[in-house]
């Protein structure tokens, strides 16, 4: 059965009241969405870089759809318990695909910085969703086109040109409703020249019992000399599912810091598509999954080197545990205008039980000889030495092999660029280990954090 149908059918039906919902800048991409989508596929398990993951069967369940925008009731707080790291930052929340700004955004922003709902920054008129919108993420690939159907409302990051934003950002998505949903999500980024700024983004699930799947779709523009770190931390639950495909321009002297961290979910897809286009441009790309029970996670990376002397260097890791299952397919493509590119890509997997499955798959597709590239992956178990080594030495079995799990994830943390994530992911990482799974529910201590205040530490 083809997924995509009910979609299109449902979109049918209620297209005034989703373009009601909406904005007109979201709406122009309406039409060219469905011509998109007809006759269109989603891809399947067995198609060349979806080897592991069946995006048909992610959207195949009758999810439902918010598009009469009810505001639907959250925790706010619950979603700060303990997961979410302790940062001072400004915040916006996302209830399932509503935007909600914080006092502390609202008043914090810097002037020429704009962090707000994408349905009102179209109406207000801002030049970055009318020049930026759709530019990158392509309706060709069938998951972003339904996305473009679907979504009524998103998160517009707008810096100004020079603007240097030194507090970070954080964007925290949370599923929240009594019926199986989808959210469709849509995130635009845009940093003008000389501009700088830090993103974190948290995906948090607050009921384990109920189905959801988040379709996200995110666009980041960094215009020359411009700097971003953007990292994402998902801890969801076992019934979320989650497709984000992520696009990224970067023009000359421009920096991008970017990781993702998956510590608990259901089922995952992440696809990146990186474009260092022009000279000088610097991406480094680090991935971080740990995966228990019957979690899939997989995680694909198309990476092009456009223009000269561009660096990029991508780091993934894997803990898989139980039943779980993962998945790294990695692309570097380097074109004849690319002399001098500096690029290196590495996929290394551990596997703690005999059940866990893992595939790589890293590619170099290199057309000029004036380059430095390398690329390699390995997957193998736990040390069984180093494991009786420290048994010698009075550590029990299950505290040793979780020391040599946290040891295995030690450089992709050092790879993360954003000190204040840094020290706080060793602390989410070890509480991983430890057996925490979906939330706080392992954690006893009160918290009593606010919607404005909301990341006060555990005592």
Do not use: W
């Not at 897809?269 to 029970?293: P, Q, T």
């Not at 570097?332 to 001098?340: N, P, R």
């Amino acid at each position: 059965m083809n997924s995509l149908s009910q979609y299109l059918e449902l979109y049918r039906l209620n297209a005034a009241t989703i373009d009601a919902g909406s904005a007109p800048a979201l709406n122009a991409l309406r039409q060219k969405a469905i011509e998109a989508l007809t006759g269109a596929t989603l891809p399947e398990r067995g198609d060349e870089d979806y080897e592991r993951t069946s995006v048909n069967d992610m959207f195949a369940a009758d999810y439902g759809l918010n598009i009469s925008r009810m505001e639907l009731p959250a925790d706010i707080a619950a979603s700060f318990r303990c997961d979410v790291p302790n940062m001072s930052t400004l915040l916006g929340i996302v209830v399932n695909d509503s935007f909600r700004p914080t006092k502390s955004l609202l008043s914090g922003l810097p002037e020429g910085a704009t962090f707000k709902s994408l349905r009102q920054a179209a109406i207000d008129g801002d030049p970055a969703v009318a020049n930026h919108y759709g530019s990158l993420a392509p309706l060709t690939a069938p998951a972003v086109a339904l996305n473009t159907l679907l979504t009524q409302d998103g998160v517009l990051i707008h810096v100004g040109r020079g603007v240097h934003i030194e507090k970070p950002l954080q964007l925290v998505n949370i599923f929240s409703a009594p019926t199986s949903l989808m959210a469709p999500r849509r995130v635009l980024v845009v940093l003008e020249e000389g501009a700088s700024a830090k993103l974190l983004v948290c995906d948090h699930t607050q009921d384990a019992t109920t189905d959801y799947l988040s379709s996200e779709v995110v666009e980041i523009v960094l215009a020359k000399d411009a700097s971003l770190d953007y990292y994402t931390i998902e801890e969801s639950s076992a019934k979320t599912t989650r497709h984000s495909n992520i696009y990224c321009r970067q023009a000359e002297n421009s920096r991008l810091s970017a990781g993702t961290i998956t510590l608990t979910c259901g089922t995952t897809r992440n696809d990146f598509s990186l474009d260092l286009a022009g000279k000088h441009a610097e991406c480094r790309l680090a991935g971080m999954v740990i995966g228990s029970g019957k979690q899939h996670v997989d995680n694909n990376v198309i990476l092009r080197h456009l223009s000269p002397r561009c660096t990029s260097n991508q780091l993934f890791k894997y803990v898989l545990d139980g039943e779980a299952t993962g998945s790294f397919s990695g692309r570097i493509l380097v074109t004849e205008q690319a002399k001098f590119t500096d690029a290196a890509q590495t996929d290394r997997n551990l596997l703690a039980s005999p059940s866990a499955r893992m595939h790589a798959k890293p590619q170099l597709e290199i057309y000029n000889d004036d380059v430095k590239c390398s690329h390699g992956a390995t997957t193998g178990q736990l040390d069984a030495e180093a494991l009786f080594y420290m048994q010698t030495r009075g550590i029990p079995e299950p505290e040793a092999r979780k020391m040599l799990m946290q040891a295995f994830m030690s450089d992709v943390i050092e790879a993360v660029d954003m000190e204040e994530l840094r020290d706080r992911l060793r602390h989410l990482v070890e509480k991983r280990f430890n057996g925490s799974q979906f939330g706080c529910g392992a954690c006893t201590s009160a918290c009593r954090p606010t919607e404005d205040e909301p990341q006060k530490s555990c005592q």
